[in-house]
């Protein structure tokens, strides 16, 4: 793997790999101020199960487990030693997706150990994504569960190792293996291993993006582990926490913030839960005596409103998580009334900054912002389209730098010269707002991104799958409002001249066919003759998205 600089000016590499990482001088005032603990995770999991091997960690209730802090290091020694002894070394990338299950905290932690990068792909992603995930970090290692939801995961594992000759094993979790490897007869003696440095990447992180394809994020050791104990702090985690991890258990949301890693860095316990819907996590909450969690607006209020009629006793329930997308006034207003518990707005990005309203601000705050930043050394910026500073109150473009903010994606010099200022600041493309206390209200966005409900769609990703369809002549995507998921897609598509009329439907079959997740076949699809163009004859996407907003398609019973 190549280490040559490729970001933009103002970073260096260093031993992380192949992305830019802080100057030195930055890294010493991050390690002086004691942000940076000089910590991994491997080492983590050891101390705490030293420190209380009896304490439960993870509480698996599909599968009726509940492993110690013990078990945990143990099993992670046990996996880690069987997969270096099938060639997985420090460095390499391991493609990890998998459901809300405990084997998705042994394998990472097996791989920590290691010092192999687990790549977190999440279990909506199919054949499309994953492949080009394994493609393009070259991946040694895929691993999956057996079966999901109804999905069969070794068949798609069967179509993308055709496709990606770097793979050399496919690991199944839980079932028949099928053509590859049980994930369960991967364990072997514990042998030494050497175990990453706390500035070495720990893992590569998916960007919600809005490019073509899915940028990587280059998170290390000392830099998450930072935000961990941050959020812990901030959202009152200690060891007598129980967090339940109800939204997919990769994403840096529910994995961060503070998540199933802040709470295992608390010596907390973890309870996973196989799906959000209040059926499945209020008799979670009650039997687990659930003190914490963190929702998608969508669900959010569907938890909300299920709080009222059910026979469950949520009182256990501490902090109430909400993030990932805008969460209304209106609805952030009925959180304590209906759950008892504390609302907390997030507003992070797995680039890393992370935003929380306090414990303890006014109400006010807490429902009509989206918090303030985890540390004093976050830095935040507020800039006109020409990057320069706006005065305090404005509404412009979030700018960011901080010590658990990458400094450049994974092997994407271009992606990185546009995405970072010169002096290594985050373009979030978030147009926000700064109140007087500091606090972040989310204005809008200026990336070309739909954000439906916390699930992210790269507006160009889906225009190329479209542009493949032989009739298509040309197409846009852009979000349309929804009651429930805040935006959903829409897709305004030109025919080709004599093409055969096509239906919205088939549209949609053809680009779900392309094997891509399901969140991102558009949720309407529109013909029309010409798009509206700007004064200097571009695509306005912003009059795209007024025609959607004032013609939408009838409302309909979505799913988050
Ligand atoms: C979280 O991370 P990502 O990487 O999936 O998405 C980040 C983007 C932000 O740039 C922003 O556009 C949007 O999601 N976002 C919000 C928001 N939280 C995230 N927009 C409005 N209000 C909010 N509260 O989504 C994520 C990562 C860590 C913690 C929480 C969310």
């Known amino acids: 793997m190549s280490t040559a600089s490729t970001g933009p000016a103002g970073a260096s590499t260093g031993p992380a790999g192949a992305a830019p990482t802080w100057p030195a001088e930055f890294a010493e005032r991050y390690r002086a101020a004691g942000w940076w603990r000089g910590e991994t995770f491997g080492g983590m999991l050891r101390e705490r199960a030293a420190a209380h091997p009896e304490r439960v960690a993870i509480v698996d209730p599909a599968t009726d487990r509940r492993w110690t802090y013990g078990a945990l290091d143990a099993r992670a020694d046990r996996l880690a030693a069987g997969m270096a002894a099938r060639g997985?070394?420090?460095?390499?990338?391991?493609?990890?997706?998998?459901?809300?299950?405990?084997?998705?905290?042994?394998?990472?932690?097996?791989?920590?150990?290691?010092?192999?990068?687990?790549?977190?792909?999440l279990p909506a992603h199919r054949e499309t994504e994953i492949t080009y995930f394994c493609r393009f970090t070259e991946a040694a290692a895929y691993v999956v569960a057996a079966e999901h939801g109804g999905y069969d995961y070794r068949a798609l594992a069967a179509q993308v190792r055709a496709e990606v000759p770097t793979l050399r094993h496919v690991w199944v979790a839980q079932g028949d293996p099928g053509e590859f490897e049980a994930l369960a007869d991967v364990p072997a003696e514990p042998v030494d291993l050497p175990g990453p440095a706390p500035h070495d990447l720990a893992f590569l992180q998916l960007s919600g993006g809005s490019t073509g394809v899915p940028k990587l994020i280059p998170r290390t050791h000392d830099d998450y582990m930072y935000s961990l104990w941050g959020s812990n702090e901030l959202c009152g985690v200690d060891e007598d926490s129980v967090y339940l991890c109800a939204l997919p258990a990769a994403h840096n949301f529910p994995l961060s913030s503070p998540g199933s890693l802040g709470a295992l860095y608390a010596g907390a316990r973890v309870v996973l839960c196989p799906q959000p819907a209040p059926e499945t996590a209020f008799p979670l909450i009650e039997r687990e005596g659930v003190t914490i969690t963190g929702l998608v607006p969508p669900l959010a209020l569907v938890w909300t409103e299920a709080a009222a009629t059910t026979p469950h006793d949520l009182g256990s329930l501490q902090v109430l998580l909400v993030g990932g997308a805008k969460f209304s006034e209106e609805a952030a207003r009925r959180v304590r009334p209906a759950l008892g518990c504390t609302l907390q707005q997030v507003f992070g990005m797995a680039e890393g900054l992370v935003n929380y309203t306090r414990l303890d601000d006014?109400?006010?705050?807490?429902?009509?912002?989206?918090?303030?930043?985890?540390?004093?050394?976050?830095?935040?910026?507020?800039?006109?389209?020409?990057?320069?500073?706006?005065?305090?109150?404005?509404?412009g473009h979030l700018l960011t730098r901080g010590p658990y903010t990458i400094r450049g994606y994974w092997n994407a010099p271009e992606h990185n010269a546009r995405s970072f200022t010169a002096d290594g600041f985050y373009r979030t493309g978030d147009i926000v707002r700064l109140t007087p206390t500091g606090h972040l209200v989310v204005e809008g966005r200026a990336k070309d991104q739909i954000n439906r409900g916390g699930e992210k769609i790269a507006a160009e990703e889906i225009e190329n799958h479209l542009l493949a369809h032989p009739a298509v002549h040309d197409a846009n995507v852009v979000g349309e409002p929804d009651p429930y998921l805040g935006e959903r897609t829409c897709a305004y598509v030109i025919l080709r001249a004599g093409a055969e009329p096509l239906k919205p439907v088939a549209v949609k079959r053809f680009v779900r066919e392309r094997g891509l997740a399901a969140y991102k076949v558009p949720d309407r699809v529109e013909f029309v003759d010409v798009f509206p163009q700007t004064g200097v004859g571009k695509i306005s996407k912003k009059d795209l998205r007024s025609a959607a907003t004032a013609d939408p398609a009838p409302p309909r019973p979505a799913t988050p």
């Open 88 to 121: 997985i070394t420090a460095g390499d990338r391991v493609v990890v997706q998998l459901p809300n299950i405990a084997e998705f905290f042994e394998v990472i932690f097996a791989l920590f150990r290691i010092g192999a990068l687990p790549v977190f792909a």
């Open 362 to 395: 006014p109400e006010e705050t807490i429902v009509t912002t989206q918090g303030r930043p985890i540390s004093p050394d976050d830095e935040i910026r507020v800039v006109d389209d020409e990057d320069n500073d706006l005065p305090p109150g404005s509404t």
